[in-house]
């Protein structure tokens, strides 16, 4: 089975703190994901990478930056925490490119807070 | 990508079949059905995916109509712990969408 492993289930950060959260995969997948999610929002996809340092932006890609220096982990980073940016984040990975054939899976989530 | 309309929710009783559905009117031909389902508290557990064919998998059942503008995820034998929100999801590239769902709430 696929295992995607989220750093933390649950953080509390301060306004202005820069903020990492950490997914790794054990899949070998080439594609991984950040969302975040809201009630009455769904899911939203802040950012993505198909290969190792390779990042392309989502949906909602201001105030988070990315990093991928190894193909099993894909960091998320909030530069400067800001008290909308409290959520539930998802990292999700998948092995095809396109996400056509095979589908993305997700860890367990980070319910994230800022105060 | 195309959108989905599900209902907001549904109940079934325990042990009973539980019929989901999926409208996808505008779905493209490269475009797959995907199901997900999120328990309370944890993220998106996948369920089972087609084009064209139904599937079946040890979780569930997915039949699509012949001009492919929706679908039916079957739970064969519906459990407490079936009981999650339930997603749709049309896709031809990585961009899912997550509308809102269908709540399940298998009965005892």
């Known amino acids: 089975d696929v295992k995607v492993t989220q750093s933390s289930r649950y953080l509390v950060k301060r306004t202005g703190e820069k903020v990492f959260l950490e997914c790794v995969q054990d899949m070998d997948h080439e594609n991984m994901f950040w969302y975040r999610q809201d009630p009455g929002l769904g899911l939203r996809l802040i950012y993505f990478s198909y290969d190792v340092k390779m990042k392309e932006k989502g949906d909602i890609p201001e105030g988070y930056s990315v990093s991928r220096e190894k193909k099993e982990r894909f960091s998320l980073i909030l530069e400067s925490a800001s008290t909308n940016q409290t959520s539930m984040y998802l990292c999700a990975s998948a092995p095809d490119r396109l996400g056509l054939k095979q589908p993305q899976h997700f860890g367990d989530g980070t319910r994230l807070s800022i105060l | 990508d195309a959108k989905t309309t599900q209902p907001t929710s549904m109940d079934c009783a325990e042990g009973r079949a539980a019929n989901l559905p999926c409208n996808h009117s505008t779905i493209s031909g490269n475009e797959y059905v995907y199901w997900y389902r999120q328990i309370h508290s944890q993220g998106p557990q996948y369920i089972i995916h087609g084009l064209k064919n139904n599937e079946t998998n040890e979780m569930a059942s997915l039949i699509i109509t012949e001009d492919r503008k929706s679908s039916t995820l079957i739970l064969p034998h519906a459990t407490l712990r079936d009981t999650a929100v339930y997603y749709c999801?049309?896709?031809?590239?990585?961009?899912?969408?997550f509308g809102t769902g269908t709540r399940l709430k298998v009965l005892a």
């Open positions: 999801i049309v896709a031809g590239t990585y961009k899912y969408i």
